[in-house]
């Protein structure tokens, strides 16, 4: 799935005056097809079986792989930060349900 943006010149999206929700001016490009947003947003029937319902679930997927990345982020961070202001790493390991070791190897550090 491509997720480039649409050049600057005015491109249409390839719903144009076919979809009512359509409003024309295609934002983005999925599978070499413009789109604007709320075509975008509905999915497009050429590119997944299924259209708008499969298109939505992939949507959601994409939008959980996302959250669970930041998530993961946030964890790093917080584990790095909680190491460096004195916790050890087997606190760590207890308040993410890991061990010590697991804690540390994922999270870094040197032994505390």
């Given amino acids: 799935m491509s997720n480039r943006r649409a050049g600057r010149a005015a491109v249409r999206c390839m719903y144009d005056g076919r979809r009512a929700e359509c409003d024309g001016s295609a934002q983005v490009v ?9 075509c975008e947003r509905r999915g497009s029937s050429t590119e997944a ?30 584990a790095a930060r909680t190491n460096a202001a004195g ?3 087997s ?7 890991v061990s010590r070791q697991a804690a ?7 032994g505390r």
Avoid: F, N, T
């Fill in 30 to 38: 999925r599978g070499g097809h413009p789109l604007c947003r709320p």
């Fill in 49 to 78: 079986p299924g259209g708008g319902v499969v298109w939505g679930l992939l949507v959601e997927l994409r939008e959980a792989h996302e959250e669970q990345a930041r998530a993961a982020a946030r964890v790093r961070d917080l």
């Fill in 87 to 89: 916790a050890s790493w």
């Fill in 91 to 97: 606190l760590i390991g207890q308040a993410l349900d």
């Fill in 104 to 110: 540390q190897k994922r999270y870094g550090g040197g």
